[in-house]
């Protein structure tokens, strides 16, 4: 069975929206499984191109390998009790996945499919996270805040490439990161 991908759980989400009056942050967690994960990876890492103190590189850095382990291990992620229970209103969910449905969409457009993302989905998912997980520690702990654009880039494009399926995406995520290496 294939897993939906991103953009399906975001419409799914706006369809639930338009039933309640409000959707609860734990409702969220379980909708979107790990996949939230490398949402909140790519979330987090686009911070990371424009602040370049290494008092914001690495509590960011530091999440993002949490994120990428839970990714890792197909885990969905934790919400403490407290958070589980709040309830977002749905109007707020619909405008929210109608933006991040649009933009998945142009995206999908914008680059073609790769024909071969789906016979080796087995492999991107498990090189995906590994790929984050070690990028997110050379920008947090190893790299000097200066010199790690193309880390940055490869934690962007890999992120992004593990909402969108798209291999091409994940790829030249690869690739940032091998330039980051040098």
């Given at each position: 069975m294939?897993?939906?991908?991103?953009?399906?759980?975001?419409k799914e989400?706006?369809?639930?929206?338009?039933?309640?009056e409000?959707v609860?942050?734990?409702?969220?967690?379980?909708?979107?499984g790990?996949?939230?994960?490398?949402?909140?990876?790519f979330?987090?890492s686009?911070?990371l191109?424009?602040?370049?103190?290494?008092?914001?590189a690495?509590?960011?850095?530091?999440?993002?390998?949490?994120?990428?382990t839970?990714?890792?291990?197909?885990?969905?992620?934790w919400?403490?009790?407290?958070f589980?229970?709040?309830h977002?209103?749905?109007?707020?969910?619909?405008?929210?996945?109608?933006?991040?449905?649009?933009?998945f969409?142009?995206?999908?457009?914008a680059?073609?499919?790769?024909?071969?993302?789906?016979?080796?989905?087995?492999?991107?998912?498990?090189?995906?996270?590994l790929?984050?997980?070690?990028?997110a520690?050379?920008?947090?702990?190893?790299q000097?805040?200066?010199?790690?654009?193309?880390?940055?880039?490869?934690?962007?494009?890999?992120?992004?490439?593990?909402?969108?399926?798209?291999?091409?995406?994940?790829?030249?995520?690869?690739?940032?990161?091998?330039?980051?290496?040098?």
């Amino acid at each position: 069975m294939k897993k939906a991908s991103f953009l399906e759980k975001t419409k799914e989400l706006s369809a639930y929206s338009d039933r309640y009056e409000t959707v609860t942050v734990f409702e969220i967690t379980q909708h979107y499984g790990s996949t939230l994960c490398a949402f909140l990876a790519f979330c987090l890492s686009v911070p990371l191109l424009v602040f370049s103190s290494q008092w914001v590189a690495l509590p960011l850095a530091f999440v993002i390998v949490v994120l990428a382990t839970l990714l890792l291990f197909d885990q969905r992620l934790w919400v403490a009790d407290m958070f589980k229970s709040y309830h977002i209103p749905s109007s707020t969910i619909k405008l929210s996945t109608t933006w991040a449905a649009a933009s998945f969409e142009r995206l999908k457009k914008a680059i073609p499919e790769a024909p071969f993302y789906a016979i080796y989905a087995p492999v991107f998912s498990r090189l995906n996270p590994l790929v984050l997980i070690l990028a997110a520690f050379m920008v947090g702990f190893i790299q000097s805040p200066n010199t790690n654009t193309f880390t940055v880039l490869s934690l962007l494009f890999v992120s992004l490439g593990s909402l969108a399926d798209d291999g091409y995406l994940c790829l030249a995520g690869y690739s940032f990161f091998l330039l980051g290496l040098i």
